[in-house]
């Protein structure tokens, strides 16, 4: 059988906000795929009783996840206001050059605002919890 | 008339009229985990304190049991759809690919088994 056709080869496309804003909702997708088992962990913990929860707890605050609670905030905040972007697509709404230009930096504002959001509300349970 | 060729027919390739399937789903989890993911993160961080007797007592009541169910199930099945065209798109050959789709399937429905077992357990009083 011939070859069948390969997608996206990254190496050839020039770096602009068309592919800046949809790799990145790729990689945010990823990193959210690797909040899933975080989130499975945490409920199992839960599940498993006060002690189980405690030993949790405190891995989940060892300062090493800090970077990691970070990254998945950032991530939330990208895939939700991007994806939204993608579902007003899906409505064939927004697709002209102009539009989707300034859609590509309004989910960066968006979302970076929503981050900065979430993190401290996050920052301020923490502080509670203490 | 079919445009198909007979060497065509035979190899079946071309659609396997499943071509939408995958899309729709993907759209329907995504509206779905609109909501869900909000709901998660704004009650998770209204919490008073994350300590066992707090989070037992919110996980008890019947809409947030219900809630956390959907968002395991959704956010799985999001996930394995997600991680899935990444893997389309960059694993090349055929061995190598078929492995891994199969395992990020097994790992996703594991997880999201693995997640509503555990809120059931904490809303239906089982856990210690």
């Known amino acids: 059988m011939p070859p069948r056709p390969l997608s996206p080869h990254l190496s050839v496309y020039k770096f602009k906000y068309t592919l800046t804003t949809s790799i990145l909702n790729r990689f945010a997708g990823l990193a959210l795929s690797l909040g899933l088992p975080l989130l499975v962990y945490w409920l199992l913990a839960v599940a498993g009783g006060a002690q189980a929860q405690a030993r949790a707890m405190r891995v989940l605050s060892l300062p090493l996840m800090r970077p990691l609670f970070a990254a998945l905030i950032l991530a939330f905040s990208y895939h939700l206001t991007a994806g939204i972007r993608h579902l007003v697509w899906d409505t064939g709404r927004g697709l002209e050059r102009k539009q989707s230009e300034r859609s590509a930096w309004l989910v960066v504002g968006v979302s970076l605002a929503l981050a900065l959001l979430v993190a401290y509300c996050a920052w301020l349970a923490g502080a509670r919890a203490l | ?128």
């Open chain 2, 1 to 128: 008339m079919s445009l198909r060729s007979p060497l065509g027919k035979v190899l079946g390739t071309g659609s396997a009229k499943q071509g939408v399937h995958h899309w729709w789903a993907q759209r329907l989890t995504s509206v779905a985990l609109v909501p869900l993911s909000v709901w998660f993160v704004v009650s998770l961080l209204s919490l008073p304190s994350h300590d066992h007797a707090t989070v037992v007592a919110w996980m008890g009541q019947s809409w947030t049991a219900l809630l956390l169910v959907l968002l395991v199930l959704v956010g799985a099945w999001h996930s394995q759809l997600g991680l899935r065209v990444v893997v389309e798109d960059y694993v090349h050959g055929a061995p190598v690919r078929t492995v891994t789709l199969v395992l990020l399937m097994f790992a996703h429905v594991l997880l999201a088994g693995a997640g509503v077992v555990a809120v059931l357990r904490v809303a239906l009083g089982a856990a210690p």
